[in-house]
């Protein structure tokens, strides 16, 4: 047999003096690249004769996480041993991108594996673009909690993740004649490298079923059909430590039982492993489409088998860590257990909890409660009517009975209370309670509600979004516990998104600041703004800038085949496609400027700023008023692109499928981005962090952690425009009263859409959202006409400061200098401290 030493394309003489040998904890090049060679070998993923980039990647892969899986244990060991207060983060989703880069980086094996892939005739850099993205999110709650657990092993914090396996992620997006178009993200289709397969860690899940009373009283949940949960861990390593913590993901499974071989043998094969397919259908996907029932039953199934898989584990850690063979003293949980609900997806902890506590282990009602609302915290992450879950009761009831009962026992006792203690209050009980049967019909359980009452603080993720919350949606509650509140604004991981994901900027940070403790110690960044205007420093921040804007220009060129200047202004926009985030006012703003320019002279021309326009972020695929703005982007772009009257003037780019290793990406090479959503709408948003680390200027309105942007980057250095949230509601009214008179700039850009400019798709139903004064989708609800004007003087102010350079480079490195308080090290930092009550845990 050929070993790996012959393989086609890699010199064989310095191969083959390298041993296929095992060393879990190499440190230095060549004992890496030996282990290295040997799990190409030796760990059968793929015939040993081949090693190109990708096998490469699984080797290295593979290498790397024999390092991880010895601190993961010492770590798990550690903190069973040292048995402190342990944080568990529920949620349904995780961004964590690509692994390798983070984990070599924070284990601070870089420079060794770069040495050793090269020994084996390999590039690092090609080797870690081979990871498929592990996109098990959709958006900025996923990322966040993949931020929050990086900063939890940093901090050495005592902490967990639970989650669910998706087999294919949200879904992967390619963009064609027709706009989005969406199919599975296979990012499984090899396997992963990073998680650990758990067979000794299984639980049951039940569903349906029924509720018996037993003669003590105690109720009991039996039948129905049981699945089991079976745990997959993915180590996630601190920086700088050796603490590597878990993220425990779930997959559903049937016991092998039902599995009926005489059915399977008599040819009836779906019949015979019935289970088994239902099993798979719950981690098939995240938000499976829900609008019909079988849709809305799948998501409560996975929200369900989340909650009960995850409070098992939990239940039995705090078993096994007591002192052997004494009571279980379940008054003492809440002082070895907290639990976060990342928004009102893992709700039905509450109700599960309250089982457990009660059926399984005896407890009276009072008792289980206050163990109950002692654990368990609760973040809102959006204001968003449709964003606010409900669930039928009729649904709930048929697949959680006892849940259901439970759930109908605390609205009544919290209406008792309010009765007894707060008569002052019946009235606000419409607005407060749990149970909303106003459509006797079709009564619902409201989760947002069911949260606050059950939780012991509640957390908004930006100063504004908190006050929205304190002031409106939960402004009833707040008069009955203030102290239940609390505000946690969001951050972001400095090491994914400005050490791993922008070597050049962060060595100049390095350089000027003389240390590099910035990367845990953010706050320190505040130190580059004594350099602010010192031209060396700018040349220097000006050319790690333009470094990075070739690569995202080469990068644009692979993906659309649209070549951009990397001399125009890189201007750019990525996250969800949502109307209240107004890439809608973008595209507007964007075709605008592409009638201006047609209009002037040669002379006229010569004075502005090229520009390139990207735009990227996935449509919901069942929202099809986002897809007609993809699909709108995309259509602007192909006319403007090609148009020769222009030509680096204006580009304007759809990237598509962006996720984590894409915005690693964009993010280093954007000069401006937009952080644009109406007023009030967007509760924190975090790549307005992200861009701002990385020295990109904003353009935004007083919305979420824009505002705190601001104030730590100072006003001068951000292009503020639009009306403030506490304007937006009078505006909506006077909009509603006819009152509102359109800017032409406004209507010159919607009639050029409507002229056909843009070819002949029908965009009536997107621009009729726009017009009228009030009804659903129409009455411009998020204000982008309102808006309007002041966006476009906002972005003359853009162009006019990019004309001088060195006020744009001194507003850059304000920008970086200013972004220290939005480290997630700060924000875990405060959870820990003021809602969790957990202290440092650090292996030695
Ligand atoms: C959205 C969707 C859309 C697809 C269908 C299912 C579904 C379920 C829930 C949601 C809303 C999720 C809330 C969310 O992602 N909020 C974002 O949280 C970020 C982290 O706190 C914050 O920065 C963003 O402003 C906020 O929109």
């Avoid at 990397?566 to 973008?586: A, G, M, T, V």
């Avoid at 904003?698 to 250095?717: F, H, P, Q, S, Y």
Wanted: proline letters at 5%; a neutral charge; aromatic letters at 10%.
């Amino acid at each position: 047999m050929k070993s790996v030493t012959e393989i086609s394309g890699v010199p064989k003489e310095d191969l083959s003096s390298i041993p296929a040998s095992a060393h879990p904890t190499a440190e230095g090049p060549a004992e890496v690249a030996a282990n290295i060679k040997y799990h190409a070998q030796y760990t059968p993923h793929f015939s040993p004769l081949k090693f190109e980039p990708e096998q490469a990647f699984y080797a290295t892969a593979d290498s790397v996480r024999d390092s991880l899986i010895q601190r993961w244990n010492e770590t798990y060991l550690h903190f069973h041993r040292e048995n402190p207060k342990q944080t568990y983060y529920l949620s349904m989703e995780y961004l964590q991108g690509r692994a390798l880069t983070n984990a070599i980086g924070n284990l601070g094996i870089t420079d060794a594996y770069a040495a050793a892939l090269n020994k084996l005739g390999h590039d690092l850099e090609n080797i870690v673009e081979q990871e498929p993205d592990a996109a098990l999110g959709n958006g900025g709650l996923g990322r966040l909690a993949s931020c929050f657990l990086d900063s939890m092993a940093t901090l050495n914090l005592p902490a967990w993740g639970y989650g669910l396996r998706y087999r294919y992620g949200l879904f992967k997006q390619s963009i064609t004649e027709k706009g989005q178009q969406e199919s599975a993200e296979n990012w499984l289709e090899k396997f992963s490298p990073w998680e650990i397969v758990r067979h000794d860690v299984v639980y049951p899940v039940r569903f349906y079923g029924k509720v018996e009373v037993c003669a003590s009283g105690v109720h009991k949940w039996v039948d129905g059909e049981q699945l089991q949960a079976l745990a997959y861990d993915v180590p996630i390593p601190g920086y700088g430590t050796n603490n590597t913590i878990s993220l425990r993901l779930w997959e559903a499974k049937a016991p092998a039982e039902d599995f009926n071989l005489n059915e399977f043998n008599d040819g009836q094969y779906e019949n015979a492993a019935h289970l088994h397919s239902k099993a798979q259908q719950i981690c098939a996907v995240l938000y499976p489409g829900d609008a019909k029932e079988e849709g809305k039953l799948l998501r409560l199934k996975q929200q369900f088998f989340l909650c009960s898989a995850s409070l098992q584990d939990i239940i039995a850690r705090f078993k096994e860590r007591r002192v052997e063979n004494e009571p279980i003293a379940w008054n003492e949980f809440p002082s070895k257990v907290a639990v976060q609900m990342n928004d009102t997806h893992p709700t039905l902890s509450i109700p599960e909890l309250m089982r457990i506590l009660m059926d399984d282990e005896c407890l009276g009602w009072d008792e289980a409660w206050t163990v109950t609302t002692r654990t368990i915290a609760y973040t809102n992450h959006t204001v968003l009517p449709e964003a606010l879950e409900k669930w039928s009761v009729a649904l709930l009831t048929k697949l959680l009975p006892r849940h259901m009962e439970i759930i109908a026992e605390i609205n009544k006792r919290f209406l008792e209370m309010i009765h007894s203690s707060h008569p002052d209050m019946e009235n606000k009980f419409n607005n407060m309670c749990i149970l909303d049967d106003s459509n006797p019909q079709k009564p619902v359980v409201r989760m947002a509600n069911l949260c606050v009452v059950s939780s012991h603080t509640v957390n908004g993720v930006a100063m504004l979004h908190s006050n929205i919350l304190k002031d409106e949606l939960f402004r009833d509650y707040v008069s009955l516990w203030p102290e239940k509140f609390q505000n946690k604004t969001n951050g972001i991981t400095p090491r994914r998104w400005l050490r791993f994901c922008n070597p050049e900027l962060s060595a100049i940070i390095t350089k000027w600041l003389k240390t590099d403790q910035w990367v845990t110690n953010l706050d320190l960044l505040r130190g580059l703004r004594q350099f602010s205007d010192n031209s060396e420093l700018q040349s220097e921040w000006a050319s790690a800038k333009m470094a990075n804007k070739i690569r995202l220009a080469q990068y644009i060129f692979q993906v659309t085949g649209v070549k951009v200047n990397p001399n125009s202004l890189f201007d750019i926009q990525i996250k969800r496609i949502h109307e209240y985030k107004r890439q809608l006012l973008n595209i507007l703003g964007a075709i605008y400027r592409y009638k201006r320019l047609k209009e002037m002279s040669a002379e006229e021309r010569k004075k502005v700023v090229p520009r390139t326009i990207m735009i990227g972020g996935k449509a919901f695929a069942t929202y099809t008023q986002a897809k007609r703005i993809v699909k709108l982007v995309n259509d602007v772009g192909a006319v403007v692109n090609n148009d020769p009257a222009i030509g680096d003037l204006l580009k304007v780019v759809f990237i598509p499928n962006y996720n984590v290793s894409v915005a690693e990406i964009l993010i280093p090479g954007s000069e401006l981005s937009q952080h644009i959503s109406t007023a009030g709408m967007e509760a924190s948003g975090t790549s307005n962090m992200k861009f701002a680390l990385n020295g990109c200027l904003i353009i935004g309105t007083l919305d979420g952690a824009n505002v705190e942007i601001r104030e730590e980057i100072g006003k001068d250095n951000f292009f503020l425009f639009g009306a403030e949230a506490h304007d937006v509601p009078k505006l909506r009214k006077e909009r509603e009263q006819g009152l509102f008179v359109p800017d032409p700039r406004f209507e010159e850009a919607k009639n050029f859409v409507k002229s056909r400019a843009f070819g002949d798709y029908d965009y009536t139903p997107l621009l009729d959202s726009l017009e009228g004064n009030s009804g659903y989708g129409r009455g411009d609800y998020f204000l982008v006409g309102y808006d309007f004007p002041s966006y476009m003087e906002a972005q003359s102010r853009v162009d006019n400061a990019y004309k001088d350079t060195k006020k744009w480079m001194k507003m850059s490195i304000l920008s970086t200098a200013g972004s220290g308080k939005f480290s997630s090290d700060r924000t875990i930092s405060e959870y820990a401290k003021a809602i969790w009550k957990i202290q440092e845990c650090r292996v030695p």
